[in-house]
């Protein structure tokens, strides 16, 4: 080839480089600002309606977690309906959320109308009081005869709600003693009767369920999901995604394409569920594998999703009422409410909300060795499942179990046996068997987000280290 023919093409290349799209453009744009409307769309919907909260109290606290909002409390691009309680976020593309009764906000498609909210799923709901019933099964408890530090334990009280920054926004801080509640504090504009988001809190949830049907031997730690994988395979016996197991998805290690982890979770990934309106688990069932199961830890809420998408298959016409009748219902968790998709399918990676009494008694049930009232609901072998620290999180100071969070190995501080579950904003339950210890945190959190619950866990057991 000639020396000019060799420029030629060397200049032509150039061109067509200069001219062709930069690698730092968003071709996710649109998908993102539809996420962007669903994200205040559900947190304005949940608030008003699921927590009962003021709208002023909504953009204070709720949406200062976005960045941009829409609107003020004044006025702006959405629509409040609260006749029929929902919430419409932005024009194109918008998004409406809509409370339904037993399950909280569910995020309509963006071809749907208000005409076809009626299509939208709902559940019976557990009444939401138990002024009479003695805890923990209700709300009636009874003044406990301090034998612990109690300026140790408020001084950790302290700790907790006065932050050094309006970035840690603690709404609650509930104490258990051997099943006993002996600490009880709400911010201003909050009380036991509060739902708010868990955010991943939820996961554990999702775990609790699952091993229940572990224990049953209705589903297999190591056996096949039996899923059927998307796009399907001609001869899906040999897609490579049949060797991934429960263990894999509850230790974060599935070797399926990451996306949450790797800043799509806003524009492809798990973001169009949550908060746009698409099937949670067929989105989960698309991802194809990039490593070896087992292999790498890596934080995805689509593994969540794939657990509970083997569960629905397992149980069948019972999947909607099994958490109800084999969880909420037995330990008296009356305020939560799972919520689900458009499609009926629990969203039990984030999608839950609660108030701070309904998670310390699933904490109890853990701190009790999954025995609730004198009846075993959950067998030890799965608790240590849970606190059984994933291989793969070595790397990261062995800090994941099944679900749950464990007290990083180079930490010792605190007891090594403490496990704890954790969601976005500051949603903490903590269980500490050695010191029959649960600790709620309930939080608002937004930017560096940097509450550290084992710094909690810390301050909390002080109060009881001479006990």
Not at 385 to 413: I, K, M, N
């Amino acid at each position: 080839m000639k020396r000019q023919d060799i420029a030629r093409m060397a200049t032509l290349a150039v061109a067509l480089f200069a001219a062709a799209p930069q690698a730092g453009y968003d071709y996710f744009e649109a998908n993102r600002r539809q996420i962007q409307h669903g994200v205040q769309a559900v947190l304005m919907c949940n608030g008003l309606f699921t927590s009962q909260r003021t709208l002023e109290q909504v953009f204070a606290q709720e949406l200062v977690y976005l960045k941009q909002p829409v609107g003020t409390v004044a006025g702006g691009d959405y629509h409040i309906d609260r006749q029929q309680q929902w919430v419409r976020v932005g024009q194109y593309p918008g998004a409406r959320a809509v409370f339904r009764p037993g399950i909280g906000c569910v995020v309509m498609g963006p071809e749907q109308g208000v005409d076809e909210i009626g299509l939208l799923p709902q559940r019976p709901a557990l009444p939401t009081a138990a002024p009479d019933l003695a805890w923990p099964m209700g709300d009636k408890t009874e003044a406990v005869t301090p034998y612990w530090d109690e300026a140790a334990l408020q001084a950790a009280s302290d700790w907790a709600f006065d932050r050094p920054t309006p970035e840690q926004d603690t709404l609650s801080l509930l104490v258990l003693h051997r099943g006993q509640i002996v600490h009880e504090r709400y911010a201003e504009g909050v009380d036991a009767a509060t739902r708010t988001r868990t955010w991943s809190t939820a996961k554990s949830i999702a775990s609790t369920l699952i091993g229940m049907l572990v224990d049953e031997q209705r589903l297999s730690l190591d056996g096949p999901l039996s899923l059927d994988w998307l796009p399907q395979a001609s001869n899906p016996q040999t897609d490579p995604r049949n060797g991934i197991t429960l263990r894999h998805l509850l230790n974060m290690t599935s070797g399926l394409y990451p996306v949450d982890s790797h800043g799509m979770e806003y524009a492809t990934g798990s973001g169009l569920s949550y908060w746009a309106g698409a099937s949670s688990h067929e989105g989960a069932r698309r991802r194809g594998l990039v490593r070896a199961p087992g292999s790498v830890w890596d934080y995805e809420n689509y593994d969540t999703l794939l657990a509970v998408a083997a569960m629905k298959q397992e149980l069948g016409e019972d999947y909607l009422s099994f958490p109800t009748d084999r969880l909420l219902a037995p330990l008296g968790m009356r305020s939560t409410l799972l919520s689900t998709d458009r499609f009926g399918d629990f969203v039990l990676s984030s999608q839950v909300y609660t108030n701070a009494r309904d998670l310390a008694r699933f904490g109890l049930l853990y701190q009790q060795n999954g025995v609730w009232q004198g009846q075993r609901l959950l067998s030890e072998a799965w608790i240590e499942f849970v606190r059984t620290p994933a291989p793969a999180s070595a790397e990261r100071q062995s800090d994941y179990g099944g679900h749950w969070w464990l007290v990083p190995s180079d930490r010792d501080d605190v007891p090594q046996d403490a496990y704890a579950t954790a969601g976005n904003r500051g949603q903490f339950v903590i269980v500490v068997p050695s010191h029959e210890l649960v600790i709620v945190r309930r939080g608002l959190d937004y930017g560096e987000q940097g509450f550290d619950r084992w710094d909690l866990t810390r301050e909390v057991i002080k109060a009881f280290a001479q006990e």
